[in-house]
Structure formats: structure tokens, C-alpha cells
């Protein structure tokens, strides 16, 4: 079965600290993988979008790397803010169909 | 602006009444997608939607309904709600799927009694 893991479930980092947020998924074919943020609330945001064929993607203080041959992408934070505290989401597409796959998060906190 | 809007942002509602969540976008995207979020289960997929008249089931399409017949337009229909379809809901859309990043409307939540 195709599964995406986000792994810790929870992160409390001190404000300017870099951090490395973690999403595995069984089935290294995959098509896409993307990250996104979610505030308390609100809907989701797109960060980034790697495809099957990039290692990383970047934007601003933000990095996401994938290895599908481990089966695993990393995003990437720099110098950590308060404001970037939110729950962080990666999405997993296995083929060019509709149906996308998301781990359950992993929620950031970061304290000034 | 470009967005995606729902309709209504909270419902409250009991067994069996029939509802229909609205979701609409302005961007003139050909995929839309219905998900729900739960705690401990996180977000799951609904239904999907590739163009006009084109649906396809999502991981969690038991109890609703979907339709596609304007490219802007993509309703959630629960024909029966119970209990057990409590949850926060988003629409979401994109220009091509699997290739362009999806964009989310505010969310629906909706509690059943």
C-alpha cells in the first residue's frame, strides 16, 4: 500500500535555529512529492514542488531534497522564525492521475 | 485575486439531512479535489476531478457524491450525513495535475449530530 510518514509528529526548535523536517513514503516510483503549510485553521499553502525527476527544489530559507531511492525528501528550514511556526505537510503523487497521498504533519513551533 | 471559495465555512447539521458543500475557483484550473482532515488521521483524499465531467474516487469516497458539470464548479454532496463525516473539509484546485501545485480553499467544517 502507498503510505507517506512524517516523522516527529512534533518539532520545538529556539528561534534561528536551521531544522530538517523528515517525509518518508513506501514505493519509490512516485511522479511528484509536494510540501506544504498549514495555519491553525486555515487552509493550505504550497512551498515547494519537486518532481520525480529533480533532487531539490528551493525558495527563500526553504529547501526540499528528495532520495526516491531511499524513499525519502527533506525540507529544509534556515535561520528558523516564530512566523514560521505551522504544521508542514508533504503530499505524495505516484502517477499523472489525481489522487494524492498526504502524511499527517509535522508540527513546528519555533520560540523567540 | 485568485482563490478557491467555499461554502459554507460552518455547518451544523443532523443525520440524514442532505447537504451540499460549494466549492469554487477562479483560475480556470482543470483538476479540483475534495479532501477531509481529521486528528490522528491527517488529510485524506475524497474525490478528484480532472476536467469537466470527468470524477474519480479519492481514498475516502464512501458517503459522498461529486459532480463536475462547469470547470469552476466542483460541489461536495453528502445524501445522508452521519456522525462519523464530522470533519474539517477543503477543496482544492490546479492548473494540470501532477505537474503544478494545487491551491486550497479556507476549509468547511462541518459537524453532524
Known amino acids: 500500500k502507498q503510505e507517506v510518514t512524517q516523522i516527529p509528529a512534533a518539532l520545538s526548535v529556539p528561534e534561528g535555529e536551521n531544522l530538517v523536517l523528515n517525509c518518508s513514503f513506501t514505493d519509490s516510483a512516485i511522479y511528484n512529492l509536494q510540501w506544504f503549510r498549514q495555519d491553525p485553521g486555515k487552509g493550505l499553502t504550497s512551498l515547494l514542488l519537486i518532481q520525480s525527476s529533480q533532487r531539490e527544489q528551493t525558495s527563500g530559507r526553504l529547501n526540499a531534497s528528495l532520495d526516491k531511492s531511499s524513499g525519502r525528501s527533506t525540507l529544509y528550514i534556515a535561520a528558523s522564525q516564530p512566523g514560521d511556526s505551522a504544521t508542514y505537510l508533504c503530499?505524495?503523487?505516484?502517477?499523472?492521475?489525481?489522487?494524492?497521498?498526504f502524511g499527517q504533519g509535522t508540527e513546528l513551533s519555533v520560540k523567540p | 485575486e485568485a482563490q478557491v471559495t467555499q461554502n459554507p465555512r460552518y455547518l451544523i447539521t443532523v443525520t440524514g439531512k442532505k447537504l451540499t458543500v460549494t466549492c469554487s475557483q477562479n483560475m480556470n484550473h482543470e483538476y479540483m479535489s475534495w479532501y477531509r482532515q481529521d486528528p490522528g488521521l491527517g488529510l485524506r483524499q475524497i474525490y478528484y476531478?480532472?476536467?469537466?465531467?470527468?470524477?474519480d474516487k479519492g481514498d475516502v469516497p464512501e458517503g459522498y457524491k461529486v459532480s463536475r458539470k462547469e470547470k469552476r464548479n466542483f460541489p461536495l454532496i453528502l445524501e445522508s450525513p452521519s456522525p462519523n463525516q464530522t470533519s474539517l473539509y477543503f477543496c482544492?484546485?490546479?492548473?494540470?495535475?501532477?505537474?503544478?501545485?494545487?491551491?486550497f480553499g479556507p476549509g468547511t467544517r462541518l459537524l453532524v449530530l
Open positions: 482544492a484546485s490546479g492548473r494540470r495535475t501532477g505537474e503544478e501545485t494545487q491551491y
Open positions: 503530499a505524495v503523487r505516484w502517477n499523472q492521475g489525481g489522487k494524492l497521498i
Open positions: 476531478s480532472m476536467n469537466v465531467e470527468v470524477t
